[in-house]
């Protein structure tokens, strides 16, 4: 669904890069015009989070011709749980933000921040500038959370958009892409607990093919 050039705007870099980052290295991601709201280099200064004072989770709303599936987004540990839940709530928002052409939309900013948020932006506003949305279906399974303290973590995961679409918004009709190694891309994303307890994604590498069936 959120599919090259249209739904990926994007930053390719080896996951060891971005494990660095998680415990405390540096950032040296590349951008790549690949990703879909994923994140590219940082910029160099940030916006601050727009995490509420309260750590209520926004509402968040999903058309019904586009549809997110998650396989096996539990762990059994209520410290990685909480990590798979507000990673899934980042990448349901980033939809919804996509599909209202809303790169302010408060759903996808409480659970952004930094080179995550920037690029996620940018994605979602290439849907306005062509007055598409995206439809279809997209498919995350196969988790991993590994926890860098109480305030950091990593997320992996698998992210298969071979059913996925973009529809043009004023005549509605839909359009699909070919199957390629960029309809299956492994997700490695860093995130960090702020002060109300919510897991914001901060950063986000992708690796392409690494999730053919």
Known sequence: ?????????????????????????????????????????????????????SSQRPAITIPKDLQAQFESWT?????KDAVLQDGKERMRAILEAAAAHNPE???????????????????IGSFKKKNAAP??????S????????DKT??????????????KDI???KVHTSPVTDESYMRYIT???????????????VTQEGKCRP
């Open 170 to 172: 004023k005549t509605g």
């Open 75 to 79: 762990s059994g540990d209520p410290k």
């Open 1 to 53: 669904m959120a599919r090259r050039p249209l739904l990926t705007a994007a930053a390719l870099a080896s996951g060891a890069a971005l494990l660095l980052t998680a415990c405390g290295g540096t950032d040296k991601s590349q951008d790549d015009d690949k990703i879909a709201g994923a994140g590219q280099g940082q910029k160099p200064k940030s916006k601050p989070s727009a995490t509420p004072p």
């Open 190 to 204: 860093k995130l960090e607990r702020n002060d109300q307890g919510v897991w914001q994604t901060s950063g986000v």
């Open 153 to 166: 973590a990593m997320l992996t995961y698998c992210d298969d958009e071979s059913k996925g679409a973009w």
């Open 135 to 140: 439809t279809g279906s997209v498919r995350y």
């Open 105 to 123: 939309s408060q759903a996808f900013l409480f659970y952004s921040i930094d080179s995550a948020r920037d690029t996620g932006q940018e994605w």
């Open 142 to 149: 196969k988790p991993e959370v590994s926890l860098k303290g």
